[in-house]
């Protein structure tokens, strides 16, 4: 439910009166649909967070068990606007945020903390706060007493996919809908750079051809679909966006055996040698098939039992 510029959730609001993108059913439905790991899952990445919701509803998932979520966000504005939601829920003490590109992030990140072992805070980085910015335009401030880990069991991103489109006359919306400021080669690397190596990404994108141009961009960085919904407006539509989780290859390998590289072999004419299948080959029969999601119920602004069942700890009215 909207109220103004805040848009409010069962256990948290949303303030985006500065944020060029406002909150929408993309956000919501990734930061419903990814996976999260109770066992494992330690710590969370948010990519391009713009006003917290996704990294807010991670927090509200994962308090049972105490993960940690980091945020990202390269617009200063949308820092504001975040780290505000951040200070008013009741999960400040678990979320941080840094106002930078992944790129310099995942820089700064892998030289100073992931280097230096798993159990080395992330120096230089924590929550944003007023107060100085370092070389890289990150905010330091209090870490709100969480401090920081190696690398991230999951990492989450609603990502720009305006390739080549026009550019809209507002910088700000610009720089949140567009790939170029983020491409997903950018991204994908950089999630490889940051993602343990039993870790998931998981993200949101238009159906179609941007969907063959991230899954391309994962897999040219070591990764393959591990969970997919294609998610439809109603009934009677199409498709309109993806979901797609992705894990690396060499991690899919060994938890579902090898019998993949010996299917490819033998797809290649190769009996003997169960290797010799192309990774390409490989990553085509782990990954798997996808499922289906309709928003829409069979009437006129009803909403389907699936959707409702995935979003009801958030949306007020369900």
Known sequence: MSGGNEFRFKRFAVWQDECAMKVGTDGVLL??????????DEAILDIGSGTGLIALQLAQRTEGFGARVEAVEVDPAACDVAWRNFEACEWRDRLGLH?????????????NVASGGAERGIEGYGARAAGEVDEVGVARGETNGAG???????IVSNPPFFVGALASPDAARTLARHTQSLSYDDLMECCRRLLKPHGRVSLVVPTGAETAKMIGAARACGFAV???????????SGPKRTLLEFSRLDFLLAERGRFCRGVAALAAG???????????????????AADVLVIGGSEAGSFSAEYRALTEDFYLYF
């Open 148 to 154: 920081g880990v190696a690398r991230f069991d999951l």
């Open 99 to 111: 106002c930078a590109s992944i790129q310099e992030f995942a820089g700064f990140y892998v030289r």
């Open 270 to 288: 190769d009996c003997g040698v169960v290797e010799s299948g192309s990774d390409d080959d490989v990553a085509d029969c782990l990954e798997v």
């Open 226 to 236: 591990s969970r997919r919904t294609e998610v439809h407006s109603t009934p009677k």
């Open 31 to 40: 930061g419903a649909w990814c996976r999260i790991e109770p066992d494992r």
